[in-house]
């Protein structure tokens, strides 16, 4: 790789597209990108028939090395780049991709633990890549996720983060729904207020070594600044933010 140099813009090729939720769709393409670190994005550019262009990032939700590039794309109504994932995107089509991309919001073996994951809507992204990587390589690895979702049916990748705690005990979820009651036991249906993180923090009863924030940049802020206050010290909080008003 030519250190220093820019990344090249590649073709990517769309090879399939699953629902996973009424807002968000994964898309699986081919793309021939060198490999990825669990958390890091990739650029997205679209070009017009009349050469307009359009750019944004989108995080890889697939584990490193997995034979697919994996991008969630929550459709928002009012937005130039996602309608277009979610109304005009078609198998076979193609479009420029760029990356991987990014070194701070990244996981990697030799990190360890425990790990704290805390996203809201399509922040679970890059969160589920480091679940992934982790469950590959460090499965007894203490690790808590918390997801705030609209509803139970919104929450991104439910039934395999479900399956990940079934499967591993020391993979612990928490959901809060913010405009629906609680399904599961345990679980909270409101935001997640500086009591809420203390209430889960201390049940999940361990010290954090890593933690990822991921969503919304008033999602990521409010969580963020809950957890210096239940005395996690800011450089174990890595944080990315996908853009909203604050
Ligand atoms: C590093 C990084 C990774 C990202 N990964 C993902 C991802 O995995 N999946 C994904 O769906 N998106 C992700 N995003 C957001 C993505 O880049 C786009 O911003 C998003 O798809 C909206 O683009 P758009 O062109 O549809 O909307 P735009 O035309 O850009 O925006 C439409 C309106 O929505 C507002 N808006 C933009 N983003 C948000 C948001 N997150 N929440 C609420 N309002 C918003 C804008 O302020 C604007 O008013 C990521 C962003 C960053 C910076």
Known sequence: VNAGAPLAWQNATILRIERQTPRILSFFLRAPLARHEAGQHVDVRLTADDGYQAQRSYSIASAPGAPELELAVE?????????????????????????????????????????????????????????????????????????????WDDFLYRDEWLAMSDRMPEFAVRVTT????????????????????????????????????????????????????ERIPPRQIRTERYGGAV
């Open 75 to 151: 459709r928002l109504d009012d937005g130039e780049v996602s309608p277009y994932f979610h109304e005009i995107a078609r198998l076979g089509d193609q479009f420029e991709v760029r990356g991987p991309i990014g070194g701070h919001f990244i996981w990697r073996d030799e990190d360890g633990g425990p790990l704290l994951l805390v996203g809201g809507g399509s922040g679970l992204v890059p969160l589920m890549a480091i679940a992934r990587h982790r469950a590959s390589v460090a499965p007894d690895l203490p690790t808590l996720l918390i997801a705030s979702a609209r509803t």
């Open 178 to 229: 913010t405009r629906e009651p609680h399904r599961r036991p345990g679980d909270l249906d409101r935001r997640l207020d500086q009591m809420a993180l203390r209430e889960i923090l201390g049940e999940w009863g361990r010290l954090p070594r890593h933690v990822y924030v991921c969503g919304s940049t008033p999602f990521v802020e409010a969580v963020a600044t809950h957890l210096t206050h």
